[in-house]
């Protein structure tokens, strides 16, 4: 188990954070949702779930392999862009000794395409949680928690970087500070659930994360 550096960590949601996928992603939910019959604000709903609890809380069990396979199909054949700004940060963090994980509700089959395009990726950060490895979806903490575990670091001596209001939700349930990117929702949206608010993740400055800054 990683000692982390002061007792911080830093704890990154993947998709709208790291990678630029929410708009692809919301065409595909978007485009499912009416093949489906579902709320039309159904693919702003899900924004930060797993697949699991998409499926279980929108779609009959009997059509759960058709909708998974149509996901992962599309997946397979997605450009997964790297927002200007991630690797540097990742980087930065890894050399001041702050301990890192992605946080993420993407599944393992989806998490083996973007490693086929960004090798590179699981060797900057030090543990990743992905949403096989929880029972619970967030606004639920359990993702956060379960990473601020393995990083030995207390759970209120995290940062916790997303773009869902799900996501914060589960940052600020983990007892964390956040910081809201407002490159899926608007700013004024995410800002009551945002330690600190910024447009993308190049603009998160690194004494964000000293002890100097750090309120609690």
């Not at 790297?82 to 001041?96: K, N, Y």
């Not at 086929?116 to 699981?122: A, D, G, K, S």
Request: aromatic letters at 8%; one cysteine or more; hydrophobic letters at 35%.
């Amino acid at each position: 188990m990683t000692q982390s550096h002061n007792g911080i960590s830093a704890l990154f949601d993947l998709d709208g954070v790291i990678v630029d996928t929410e708009p692809s992603y919301t065409r595909f939910w978007h485009t499912t949702g009416q093949k489906y019959n579902l709320s039309p604000t159904f693919a702003t709903d899900i924004k930060g779930t797993t697949l699991n609890d998409i499926l279980n809380r929108h779609f009959p069990p009997t059509l759960h392999d058709q909708v998974k396979h149509e996901i992962w199909q599309y997946e397979e054949t997605m450009e997964y862009i790297l927002f200007p700004g991630a690797i540097e940060l990742l980087r930065s963090l890894r050399e001041a000794g702050i301990p890192t994980a992605i946080v993420t509700s993407s599944d393992n089959t989806k998490m083996s395409y973007l490693y086929r395009q960004h090798p590179e990726l699981p060797e900057l950060v030090d543990t990743i949680i992905t949403g096989d490895l929880v029972t619970k979806s967030k606004p639920d903490p359990q993702g956060y928690l379960l990473a601020a575990s393995r990083l030995n670091c207390e759970p209120t001596r995290s940062f916790v970087i997303e773009d869902s209001l799900q996501g914060l939700k589960a940052g600020k349930a983990a007892g964390a500070t956040t910081i809201g990117i407002s490159t899926t929702l608007p700013p004024e949206v995410i800002a009551p659930f945002s330690d600190l608010l910024v447009s993308s993740i190049a603009e998160i400055p690194l004494d964000f994360f000293s002890l100097s800054m750090y309120k609690k």
